[in-house]
Nanobody, 125 residues
Framework: QVQLVESGGGLVQAGGSLRLSCAASARTNSAYNMGWFRQAPGKEREFVAAISWRGGRTINADSAKGRFTISRDNAKNTVYLQMNSLKPEDTAVYYC??????????????????WGQGTQVTVSS
């Protein structure tokens, strides 16, 4: 069982930055691809970014390209999402997720086996 705990959310003005963190239970993070998703009120959960278990491959949603950066530190069992130039439409609950490193890095929610509880990001205009 993989346990994921997100942190770093909060309230920020448009144009500001936040860095989200996702801490994984010991000795699990390094064997899993990791992803970030978000869900705004009344909308479906959507892909934001993903990273392979060794960090060699990353995928970003079009909405995140040029603004968000996913990274990981396997020694700390932590994955990060650096978010810059935030917009009000980025307001959502952000979730991190994990799937086995034996699978391809994915953008689909259905491909991820483990999820955190989410952290709220609110961007004011």
């Amino acid at each position: 069982q993989v346990q994921l705990v997100e942190s770093g959310g909060g309230l920020v003005q448009a144009g500001g930055s936040l860095r989200l963190s996702c801490a994984a239970s010991a000795r699990t993070n390094s064997a899993y691809n990791m992803g970030w998703f978000r869900q705004a009120p009344g909308k479906e959960r959507e892909f934001v970014a993903a990273i392979s278990w060794r960090g060699g491959r990353t995928i970003n949603a079009d909405s995140a390209k040029g603004r968000f950066t996913i990274s990981r530190d396997n020694a700390k069992n932590t994955v990060y999402l650096q978010m810059n130039s935030l917009k009000p439409e980025d307001t959502a609950v952000y979730y991190c997720a994990a799937n086995s490193a034996f699978q391809l890095v994915s953008t689909k929610t259905s491909d991820f086996d483990y999820w955190g509880q989410g952290t709220q990001v609110t961007v004011s205009s």
